[in-house]
T-cell receptor, first 114, second 111 residues
Framework: ETGVTQTPRHLVMGMTNKKSLKCEQH?????MYWYKQSAKKPLELMFV???????ENNSVPSRFSPECPNSSHLFLHLHTLQPEDSALYLC?????????????FGEGSRLTVL | QKEVEQDPGPLSVPEGAIVSLNCTYS??????FMWYRQYSRKGPELLMY????GNKEDGRFTAQVDKSSKYISLFIRDSQPSDSATYLC???????????FGGGTRVLVKP
């Protein structure tokens, strides 16, 4: 596999469920990102991990919990979400978050909260 | 006021026409400017990357940056139906890798 892979591609969950989104990159990068893309809104940066350390939390509610066990894997744990959290969640990677460089995006996980 | 403004469209053009896209921004600290293309049900992919002011050309694509006006543009010549997608502008400061995105413009190129 190449690039940035996200699973699942689609997820429907109730407000009381707990689920996780997974991201894996095969590019040898050291930085990984979670973005949220809602209809008619700009991409919103949620979290940044650089060399497995969280370097950015963009005031994200605690019902979203990221985990980065190594530089190749990134998770987003979801619990007690709200309907307004329905969106496309995009994972991205880059060589190093502290320097300018191209972001490579996955295809996203489409989340629907009922 | 949003940091980056982009007309959502849709922008509909006939095949072969020139597509003209633009973004305005308010933060003069932005130094790097990018255009991403996002097909339906796909993630964004980088199209063009420019630093500071000036023009950059890559095949049918030309990116322009006017920092004095805080205005960036993307032109697509000889547009094809395969160019139908949402185009996102993005920009960042000199340090770090935190991008600020526009909302995207949906482009439809009709055969």
């Amino acid at each position: 596999e190449t690039g940035v892979t996200q699973t699942p591609r689609h997820l429907v969950m109730g407000m009381t469920n707990k689920k996780s989104l997974k991201c894996e990159q095969h590019l040898g990068h050291n930085a990984m990102y979670w973005y949220k893309q809602s209809a008619k809104k700009p991409l919103e940066l949620m979290f940044v991990y650089n060399f497995k350390e969280q370097t950015e939390n963009n005031s994200v509610p605690s019902r979203f919990s990221p985990e980065c066990p190594n530089s190749s894997h990134l998770f987003l744990h979801l619990h007690t979400l709200q309907p307004e959290d329905s969106a496309l969640y995009l994972c991205a990677s880059s060589q190093d978050a502290s320097v300018a460089g191209e972001l490579f995006f996955g295809e996203g996980s489409r989340l629907t909260v009922l | 006021q949003k940091e980056v403004e982009q007309d959502p469209g849709p922008l509909s053009v006939p095949e072969g026409a020139i597509v003209s896209l633009n973004c305005t921004y308010s933060n003069s600290a932005f130094q790097y400017f990018m255009w991403y293309r996002q097909y339906s049900r796909k993630g964004p992919e980088l199209l063009m990357y420019t630093y500071s002011s000036g023009n950059k050309e890559d095949g049918r694509f030309t990116a322009q940056v006017d920092k004095s006006s805080k205005y960036i543009s993307l032109f697509i010549r000889d547009s094809q139906p395969s160019d139908s997608a949402t185009y996102l502008c993005a920009m960042r400061r000199a340090a770090g890798n935190k991008l600020t995105f526009g909302g995207g413009t949906r482009v439809l190129v009709k055969p």
